[in-house]
């Protein structure tokens, strides 16, 4: 190595030579660099230059007997008793037993020690499993890596809350997670399709879901981070359900990472004025191949969930914060019209991740459309809180809970949070896209319920007698929604069933930041779920009638889609 010291000098290149601890060096370094031929500490570089991102250089025979065997299930377990129960159902069925036993493993780590023993006499003892159960004490962080990738699913069947680490770690992998449905892993994993939900005592669903992932080799078609959905996620079907068969639009391309919701989309539509593109907004080249020749663009892409944001927030920095500036420059560059882009209530005063990148997001937009005029693209933005009835939100856990006879989970009877249906947020959004001027924000005004009220009116429209269990308010959880600041009413202009917030259109003129306050300032009230309309029981139910869910389950209409036409 000292031979080309100098000639790497004169490059920039800084030689590290062989260290302990490595990744401080993995993270500030730009390519992992090893002529090492075989062996465990091989792998072990191999690992934790993919865990951070870099490129490797390597020999041929360095990378020797590294392929990923995805004939495995993983398990991490503080009380694996539900995943003991599985295993001996699954053991029990015949056609179980027909795949080589040599191939398929199960893999169980157990979190605590004096648990790994225990259970493992259990397994030993009881079961006659047809494969191999491998079980595994506990592990480091980057064991915890390999972990993840020699296996083809999760499953955790844990009761213990682990502030989601392991359902986050298997989703960013793309795995499926096979986990106990209980509130916090639902909030976990809202937005992400790879999640199945199992009742903990139900052994034989988790032997199925087991089955499907061992016998069947089926693997799902997971987004590698989860709620990163522009095109294909929820509201990108429903916009394009509804500006199909508008005559104004020639052709409509949908962008996003998702292969498998392109297809699925394609398949579901049959179209042809549907174009599909795979790309992701962190990269500006595939930003810019899908928006040559387009008139407009909805932007909807973004890492959206709280607790997934809360442990890779870079990651929310890349996709919210720079991957809108990709897509606004390019929209630029290539003589688009209008762009409208989605944020969320959480940017308002925000106290987490997410909400932080969000705000940040709207702060760009309107920086870029200050150096726009009239003439040139448009650009500009809705706001709007939780979609009643999508993935992961808490009209879809109640209702699981009305249907396996459980006790309605609610943090606080008078939380109050808007009432706003997947087919408003299409209307608030085409609304923009028809009457916004250079930065304006919109953001509709929807009626309210409190929690306590959702979850009564769902017990009784379902018929159900299921109680009702406060658990408390969780960490980071607001008692409303603010969806218009304060300072943002000041300057609002009430359009009806809108509020339209004009873009800060000052200059870098420092001076023209300091101004005398307005004693109407501290009269302003800002807009959130508490001081709206509120609804109550009979109105609720109306509404709530609307949705998908409700009209198939109780209605009868069963060919009903998800998504408003």
């Not at 027909?98 to 006499?121: D, G, W």
């Not at 209702?399 to 997947?422: A, C, G, Y």
């Not at 300072?487 to 300091?514: V, W």
């Amino acid at each position: 190595m000292e031979k080309y010291q100098s000639e790497w000098e004169s490059e920039k290149i800084e030689v590290i030579g062989t260290v302990e601890e490595t990744s401080s060096y993995y993270y500030a370094a730009d390519a992992v660099v090893s002529p090492i031929l075989q062996g465990e500490g091989m792998k072990l570089k191999i690992s934790d230059a993919l865990m951070y991102g870099k490129t490797i250089f390597g020999t041929t025979e360095s990378f020797d007997g590294y392929e990923v065997d995805y004939d495995k299930i993983g398990a991490r377990c503080n009380s694996a008793e539900a995943f003991i129960r599985a295993i001996n159902h699954f053991s029990k069925k015949k056609e179980n037993q027909k795949f080589n036993p040599y191939s398929r493993e199960i893999r169980v780590h157990f979190t605590h020690k004096k648990e790994l023993e225990k259970e493992h006499s259990k397994l030993i003892s009881k079961l006659k499993f047809p494969g191999t159960i491998i079980l595994e004490p506990n592990m480091k962080h980057r064991e915890i890596f390999r972990f993840y990738k020699s296996v083809n699913a999760l499953v955790f069947p844990s009761l213990v809350e682990t502030f989601g680490l392991p359902l986050l770690e298997a989703a960013m992998f793309g795995l499926p997670v096979l986990v106990a449905d209980l509130p916090y892993a639902r909030e976990v994993l809202k937005d992400y399709d790879g999640a199945v939900f199992i009742n903990i005592h139900d052994e034989k669903r988790w032997a199925e879901e087991m089955r499907k992932v061992l016998v069947e080799r089926r693997r799902y078609k997971c987004v590698s981070n989860p709620r990163r959905n522009g095109g294909t996620g929820s509201f990108g079907n429903a916009v394009v359900n509804r500006v199909l068969h508008e005559s104004r639009f020639s052709e409509i391309r949908i962008f996003s990472r998702d292969e498998k919701k392109q297809d699925d989309m394609r398949n579901r539509l049959k179209n042809t004025k549907l174009k599909f593109y795979i790309g992701d907004t962190r990269d500006i080249h595939s930003v810019e191949n899908a928006v040559k020749g387009v008139d407009h663009i909805f932007h909807a892409a973004a890492l959206k969930q709280v607790p997934s944001c809360e442990f890779f927030p870079i990651e929310a920095v890349k996709t919210n914060i720079l991957g809108t500036e990709n897509v606004l420059v390019a929209a630029e560059k290539h003589n688009v019209k209008k762009v409208v882009i989605l944020s969320t209530d959480k940017a308002v005063y925000p106290i987490n991740a997410m909400g932080m990148t969000k705000a940040l997001m709207e702060k760009v937009m309107i920086a870029r459309s200050r150096s726009l005029n009239e003439t040139d693209c448009i650009v500009s933005a809705t706001r709007y809180g939780n979609v009643m009835a999508s993935r992961g939100s808490v009209i879809p856990l109640f209702i699981n809970q009305i249907k396996e006879k459980k006790p309605l989970t609610i943090t606080d009877p008078q939380m109050t949070r808007f009432m706003m249906t997947l087919e408003d947020a299409v209307d608030l959004v085409l609304f923009a896209f028809d009457n916004a001027k250079q930065g304006d924000l919109f953001v509709q005004k929807s009626p309210a319920t409190t929690i306590e009220l959702l979850a009564e009116t769902l017990t009784e429209m379902y018929n159900s007698k299921s109680e009702i269990k406060i658990i408390g308010t969780r960490h980071g959880e607001k008692l409303y929604e603010t969806l218009v600041n304060r300072e943002d009413m000041a300057k609002s202009f009430d359009l009806g069933k809108y509020y339209r917030i004009p873009a800060d259109t000052r200059d870098l003129n420092y001076s023209q930041y300091f101004f005398e306050g307005k004693e109407r300032m501290s009269k302003i009230d800002e807009y959130h779920s508490h001081n709206t309309e509120r609804l109550g029981k009979n109105e609720l139910i109306k509404l709530l009638k609307k949705l998908p869910i409700i009209r198939r389950d109780i209605l009868g209409e069963k060919k009903v889609t998800d998504y408003p036409e």
